[in-house]
Nanobody, 127 residues
């Protein structure tokens, strides 16, 4: 069965950095578009970073652009999210998700377009 396991979340101070990892099993990531979502308490789950399966084109939410970077290592079946200059507003549970269907600017952040999800990892940014 397909499993996605996120790790790397922890408590950090504002301005700090973290790198999240999502390791897949029972699947090969090179066939999938990969996206990181996050959900803060009382908020909707939102897409923050995506890398396409075909050409590696990336999409970012405006709130994280320039601070976060998504990358993939197909040999390790792992997707990463490098997070720099963290702010309290970045506090959330972070999820990785993947889907085989093509992703575009208008669809990459839609929850219903993803077929596999991890269980999430908690990121807390506080002084």
């Amino acid at each position: 069965q397909v499993q996605l396991v996120e790790s790397g979340g922890e408590l950090v101070q504002p301005g700090g950095s973290l790198r999240l990892s999502c390791v897949a099993s029972g699947i090969t990531l090179d066939s999938y578009a990969l996206t990181w979502f996050r959900q803060a308490p009382g908020k909707e789950r939102e897409g923050i970073a995506c890398t396409r399966n075909s050409d590696g084109v990336q999409y970012y939410a405006d709130s994280v652009k320039g601070r976060f970077t998504i990358s993939r290592d197909n040999a390790k079946n792992t997707v990463y999210l490098q997070m720099n200059s963290l702010e309290p507003e970045d506090t959330a549970v972070y999820y990785c998700a993947l889907d085989r269907r093509p992703k575009y600017a208008s669809t990459w952040s839609l929850l219903e377009y993803y077929e596999h999800w991890g269980q999430g990892t908690q990121v807390s940014v506080s002084s």
